[in-house]
């Protein structure tokens, strides 16, 4: 991800005396906000002081003055998403073409976001526990990489079922620790490229 974000320029919502732990059951509810005026202030002062390369990587080339201010103006209100939830963590656009609800989801400190339970309640939060959504992995022929926010695409219907992922819910309070005990080694040593070698454990 990069580590510009343009969301990193706003200020953060208050965080209460209740934090994240793990992820998931334990986020603070999302609340819907209206958007501050001051955003696009923000993202427009971002835009224009991008160098040449900026420009020529998203946009093809680099414009005058005039053209600059519509392409920064066009692109605001492209990415702006009618409706906006936040928590003391989290802040997550969401647009909504049925049957799909697309959740752009960053932290207000523009931190990475590790924890996949997160976005697990995230989505339950904001469309349903028993809807069904997924994260794309793109083509890198039309990869997306501006800074550090997260998409998930989720289907309306809570009857509908990809047809690829776990058929039975298997959650557990702990992960499963395998031992090595058995084999007397708890680690195997990999040729890499080059000539090099790494050693990986050999269980999780």
């Not at 209100?77 to 928590?87: D, E, G, K, R, S």
Request: net charge positive.
């Amino acid at each position: 991800m990069s580590s510009h974000s343009l969301s990193s320029t706003l200020p953060a919502a208050p965080r209460t005396s209740t934090q994240i732990g793990t992820g998931g059951a334990g986020i603070q509810p999302l609340v819907e906000v209206k958007r501050d005026v001051r955003e696009n202030q923000v993202y427009r002062r971002v835009l224009l002081e991008q160098s040449d390369e900026f420009y020529r990587r998203y946009f093809g080339g680099v414009p005058d003055a005039m053209a600059k201010l519509f392409l920064v103006e066009q692109t605001i209100q492209a990415t702006m998403a009618p409706h906006l939830y936040v928590n003391d963590v989290y802040r997550v656009q969401v647009r909504r073409k049925p049957p799909v609800v697309h959740l752009d989801i960053s932290r207000h400190d523009g931190k990475a976001i590790t924890h996949w339970r997160d976005l697990q309640a995230i989505k339950n939060q904001l469309v349903g526990p028993e809807c069904e959504g997924v994260q794309l992995f793109p083509a890198d022929s039309r990869l997306v990489d501006t800074a550090p926010q997260y998409h998930l695409w989720v289907i309306e219907d809570p009857n509908f079922r990809f047809s690829f992922g776990y058929d039975k819910r298997v959650v557990l309070p702990e992960p499963i620790r395998y031992s090595t005990d058995t084999v007397g080694t708890s680690s195997r040593t990999i040729p890499a490229a080059g000539g090099a070698r790494f050693t990986v454990p050999l269980a999780a």
